[in-house]
């Protein structure tokens, strides 16, 4: 069966970086996109960017362009998303989910990740 | 970017009846080449991540009950559940995939 299962949850200080992964099983992970997703406590979702596993290509949120880097490990079947000068409105559940780009959605979902960033 | 605007914020529906929800993108999600809207349906319970409910805003997701169904096209979008049961508590959210990847406000789904 399909699942993405995300690293464990992190608390960083202001100005730091984190890098939190996403191991995919149960499918090619070549073949389908990973996007990433945020969601503060009590608020809505927010995309963060998408990256293509087969080549590497990815996309970003104007919002975040230039603070987040999406890579992966082929061999492994893992995304990641590092996100970089952290400040406490990056206080968020993180998701990764498996993108089709086709149907324009996003079929399975990690867990979620919760990042904290605090003094 | 596309601005997605759901309404209304929160509703409260009597079990057995129907529930709908309304979203609005700034612009038209409708792919001329295929003439599909990449408009789609999720539902999130507390503590877990969204399920998908509807793709191309009407096809309703494998293992979905069919109470729920998407109607709408170009930039009007409808979410209705035809019969609300206890577990359709929830928040639910639109998102478009037409330029970028945006998402609603949300609209949380209680039980009156």
């Known amino acids: 069966q399909v699942q993405l299962v995300q690293s464990g949850a992190e608390v960083k200080k202001p100005g730091a970086s984190v890098k939190v992964s996403c191991k995919a099983s149960g499918y090619t992970f070549t073949s389908y996109d990973i996007n990433w997703v945020r969601q503060a406590t009590g608020q809505g979702l927010e995309w963060m960017g998408w990256?293509?596993?087969?080549?590497?290509?990815?996309g970003y949120a104007q919002k975040f362009q230039g603070r987040v880097t999406l890579t992966r490990n082929t061999s492994i079947s893992t995304a990641y998303m590092e996100l970089n000068s952290l400040r406490s409105e990056d206080t968020a559940v993180y998701y990764c989910?498996?993108?089709?780009?086709?149907?324009?959605?996003?079929?399975?979902w990690g867990q979620g990740t919760l990042v904290t960033v605090s003094s | 970017d596309i601005v997605m605007t759901q309404s209304p914020d929160s509703l409260a529906v009597s079990l057995g009846e129907r529930a709908t929800i309304n979203c609005k993108s700034s612009?038209?999600?409708?792919?001329?080449?295929?003439?599909?809207?990449?408009l789609a349906w999720y539902q999130q319970k507390p503590g877990q991540p969204p399920k998908l409910l509807i793709y191309?805003?009407?096809s309703r997701e494998s293992g979905v009950p069919d109470r729920f169904s998407g109607s709408g096209s170009g930039t009007d979008f409808t979410l209705t559940i035809s019969s609300l049961q206890a577990e359709d508590v929830a928040v639910y959210y639109c998102?478009?995939?037409?330029?970028?990847?945006?998402f609603g406000g949300g609209t949380k789904v209680e039980i009156k």
């Open positions: 989910a498996r993108g089709i780009r086709v149907r324009g959605v996003n079929d399975y």
């Open positions: 191309w805003a009407s």
């Open positions: 998102q478009q995939d037409y330029r970028g990847l945006t």
């Open positions: 612009q038209s999600v409708l792919y001329s080449s295929n003439n599909k809207n990449y």
């Open positions: 990256m293509k596993p087969n080549g590497g290509n990815t």
